[in-house]
C-alpha cells in the first residue's frame, strides 16, 4: 500500500515537491509531481488547484519577503529560498525573479496594447458588463508587446487596470513615495493601477484579455488581499466593471487606456491595518471627492470628471439595504 501524507496546505505540498525535485517549478508541475508522490489529501480537489497553489506561494512571498521559504526564479516559477545557496545546483536555478513592483519598473514584459487610430480618442465609454466592455476592446485588435519597447512610442497605447477599492461610504485612497512608475511626482490616487501582461492570461480567464486577473493582481500584490477575499469576492459579485477611458493628450507620459474596476471591500478586512502605517493607504469618504479633485494625479481626476466615482457611490449605497438586512 503507497503511503498518502497528511499534508494539510498547499504550502506543505509546495514545499514537500520543490524539497525532493531541487529545481524551479511552475504550480502546474508541483501539482503534478504532488499526485505522482501521492501527498495530495482528499479535501484538496478541484480543476483550477495550480491557479490556487500559484496563489498561495505568491501570496507567502508578498507578505513574508525574505522569511519565506519560497523564492520565484522567473515568472511563474517557483523554488525553495534555502537551496538557492546549494553549490550543486546551476546558476540559472538560482536568479531571484524582481518582487512585482520592481519588476514594473523594468518593463521588460509584455502587455496588452493597441494602434492610436484603433480606438476613440479620449473619450469614456460606459460599458453594461464585462462582456460588452472586452467585446470592444477585440474591435480594436490590441496585441501584445514589450512594454519598454512602446513605452515612448506615440503610435501605441497600452492597457492598464484601475481598481477602486470602497467600504460602504469610504472610499480606499494611497499615496505613492518618491516618483511614481510613470516617472511623475507622486500625488494621492483613488485607485491601484496594474498593467495586462500576457501571464495573466491563461485558459481558465474569465474574459479574453484576463483583465479579472489582473485586477485579483494588483489587490494581492498592492492592499495584501489574501486568495481567500478576492474568491470570495467574485463569488459575491464584489469586482465590478465601469468602463475605460484614456489619456493620450500629448503631455503626460505614459499613454494608456485604463478599465476602470471596483473592489468591494468586506468589513472583515482592513487594508489600511494590514500594511501599517507606512503602507500610504487610507480611508476617506467618498462623498468629499465628488465635486473636487485638487492634490489628485491626472487619472483619479478625470474618473471623478466623467461622473464614474459617483457611478461606484451610487452603486455601493444601493447595495447598503441588502448588506443589513
Not at 497553489?53 to 505568491?58: P, S
Not at 492610436?116 to 460606459?126: A, H, M, S, T, Y
Request: glycine share 4%; with cysteine.
Amino acid at each position: 500500500m503507497l503511503w498518502v501524507a497528511n499534508l494539510d496546505s498547499y504550502l506543505s505540498i509546495a514545499q514537500r515537491v520543490l524539497e525532493q525535485e531541487r529545481k524551479p517549478m511552475s504550480a502546474r508541475q508541483m501539482l503534478d509531481a504532488a499526485y505522482r508522490m501521492r501527498v495530495v489529501p482528499d479535501h484538496l480537489f478541484g480543476k483550477t488547484q495550480h491557479k490556487t497553489l500559484h496563489a498561495r506561494i505568491a501570496e507567502d512571498i508578498l507578505l513574508r519577503r525574505v522569511r519565506s521559504a519560497f523564492v520565484r526564479t522567473e515568472p511563474g516559477r517557483f523554488m525553495l529560498r534555502r537551496l538557492l545557496s546549494d553549490s550543486t545546483l546551476p546558476e540559472s536555478y538560482k536568479r531571484e525573479f524582481p518582487a512585482p513592483r520592481r519588476a514594473e519598473q523594468l518593463r521588460n514584459f509584455p502587455v496588452l496594447s493597441v494602434r492610436r487610430p484603433q480606438i476613440p480618442n479620449g473619450e469614456f465609454v460606459r460599458s453594461t458588463d464585462k462582456y460588452g466592455l472586452t467585446e470592444e476592446i477585440a474591435s480594436w485588435k490590441p496585441e501584445y508587446r514589450i512594454l519598454a519597447d512602446i513605452w515612448d512610442d506615440h503610435d501605441f497605447l497600452f492597457f492598464r487596470a484601475f481598481t477602486i477599492v470602497v467600504k460602504g461610504s469610504e472610499i480606499l485612497t494611497h499615496e505613492s513615495v518618491g516618483r511614481t512608475l510613470d516617472d511623475l511626482p507622486a500625488e494621492k490616487s483613488l485607485g491601484f493601477f496594474t498593467y495586462l501582461t500576457e501571464t495573466d492570461l491563461s485558459l481558465f480567464s474569465a474574459d479574453s484579455f484576463g483583465i479579472d486577473e489582473a485586477c485579483r493582481r494588483a489587490l494581492a500584490e498592492q492592499i495584501q488581499a489574501s486568495d481567500d477575499l478576492i474568491e470570495e469576492a467574485e463569488q459575491s459579485n464584489s469586482i465590478n466593471y465601469w468602463g475605460w477611458f484614456t489619456i493620450q493628450d500629448g503631455k503626460y507620459r505614459p499613454n494608456a487606456v485604463y478599465i476602470i474596476m471596483s473592489y468591494t471591500c468586506p468589513e472583515r478586512f482592513d487594508p489600511v491595518r494590514r500594511l501599517g502605517r507606512h503602507g500610504g493607504v487610507r480611508w476617506e469618504s467618498c462623498l468629499l471627492h465628488l465635486n473636487t479633485y485638487d492634490g489628485f494625479e491626472k487619472r483619479s481626476q478625470r474618473l471623478i470628471r466623467t461622473g464614474i466615482l459617483n457611478r461606484i457611490i451610487d452603486h455601493e449605497s444601493s447595495k447598503a439595504p441588502n448588506i443589513k438586512g
